[in-house]
């Protein structure tokens, strides 16, 4: 499906909006993850791989700022990766901006792997515990040795009342921007189709993927962010 520049606008914009409303702190966030690699990176050329780069808010975030960086991004939506798309080509990127539609499976094999990786608000859309540990041990292979990972994830355990609660409080930010009630508790329903893990297990998952120096530095309703080294 082909969407005109109009539309793709309205697109990007209302996934934004979604994205801000569901997670407190999301620009943050980014910025938290831009440290992180800086601090890792240098000012060095690096490649950086963002799996889940659908909406191109990693682009915007993190683009125009690192000039020395090159982005390949996979997305295996071809509405998100579209807007991505549409982000870079706003925002002057397309040289160092490499879209592939389809998962990390469908990279390319190259001889030089990523400087960086992020998977951001992905994981929690993969259903269950293999292949979840197959998509953090693919993107650990895909990093040179010692480089750094940032994952952020929606995590709990489900069926618990302490998953419940914030759910609730998650619905309240929705209903405080003027979301109509009824569709408020629809979401609260929807969002249970998510596979929620509890922040334990997601830290497990990245260890036995091969991930060293594992760091929570962000938690923000619904979902948690690790940062970590291949
Ligand atoms: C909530 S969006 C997050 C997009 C972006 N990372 C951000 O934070 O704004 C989730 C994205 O993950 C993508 N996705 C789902 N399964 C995926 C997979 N196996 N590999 C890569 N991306 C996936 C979806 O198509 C969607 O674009």
């Not at 993969?126 to 940032?150: D, R, S, T, V, Y």
């Not at 969002?191 to 060293?212: C, H, T, V, Y």
């Amino acid at each position: 499906m082909k969407n005109d520049a109009t539309q793709l606008l309205q697109k990007s914009q209302a996934y934004e909006n979604n994205a801000r409303i569901s997670v407190p702190g999301y620009d943050t966030l980014f910025s938290m993850v831009q440290a992180y690699f800086r601090a890792q990176l240098g000012e060095q050329q690096a490649s950086i791989l963002i799996v889940g780069a659908g909406g191109g808010n990693e682009l915007s975030a993190w683009g125009q700022s690192n000039s020395n960086w090159s982005f390949t991004g996979v997305d295996p939506s071809e509405e998100m990766l579209q807007i991505a798309s549409y982000k870079a080509e706003q925002l002057q990127l397309e040289s160092r901006v490499q879209l592939l539609l389809g998962t990390i499976d469908h990279l390319p094999s190259a001889d030089t792997k990523f400087d960086a990786a992020s998977c951001i608000l992905v994981l929690h859309f993969i259903e269950e515990w293999q292949e979840k540990l197959a998509l953090l041990q693919n993107i650990h292979g895909q990093l040179k040795p010692g480089k750094p990972f940032a994952l952020v994830s929606a995590f709990g355990q489900r069926d618990s009342a302490e998953l419940q609660d914030r759910i609730k409080i998650w619905q309240s930010f929705f209903l405080d921007v003027g979301y109509p009630q009824a569709k408020v508790k629809d979401m609260g329903k929807v969002i249970m189709n998510i596979s929620f893990i509890s922040d334990q297990q997601i830290e497990q998952l990245l260890k036995e993927a091969g991930f060293q120096h594992i760091a929570r530095f962000f938690t923000s309703g619904l979902f948690a962010g690790w940062m970590c080294h291949a």
